[in-house]
Nanobody
Framework: QVQLVESGGGLVQAGGSLRLSCAAS????????MAWSRQAPGKQRELVAV????????SYADSVKGRFTISRDNAENTMYLQMNSLKPEDTAVYYC?????????????WGQGTQVTVSS
């Protein structure tokens, strides 16, 4: 069974930075694409960033492009999201997930989420 545990969320002022981490259990990590998604109160869940299993291909939502960077360390079964120049509209619960990435990304397993709050 796959387990994903996020950490690194918190409260930050607008313009600040945070780094989220996702620790994964099981050998599935190295053979799966990974992604970060987020959900703000009253809004639909949004796919924020995706990274291929080898880490050579990434994709970002337009809303975070140029500010967020997704990365992974397959040796440590860990994925990261570096978030810079944070805005109040980035406030959401951020979820780590694994999946497959073909023409589009499809998630299969999810973590419990970590809260990110950006104050203005």
């Amino acid at each position: 069974q796959v387990q994903l545990v996020e950490s690194g969320g918190g409260l930050v002022q607008a313009g600040g930075s945070l780094r989220l981490s996702c620790a994964a259990s099981g050998s599935i990590f190295s053979i799966s694409a990974m992604a970060w998604s987020r959900q703000a109160p009253g809004k639909q869940r949004e796919l924020v960033a995706v990274i291929s299993r080898g880490g050579t291909r990434t994709s970002y939502a337009d809303s975070v492009k140029g500010r967020f960077t997704i990365s992974r360390d397959n040796a440590e079964n860990t994925m990261y999201l570096q978030m810079n120049s944070l805005k109040p509209e980035d406030t959401a619960v951020y979820y780590c997930n694994t999946g497959t990435w073909g023409p589009r990304y499809e998630s299969h397993y999810w973590g419990q989420g970590t809260q990110v709050t950006v104050s203005s």
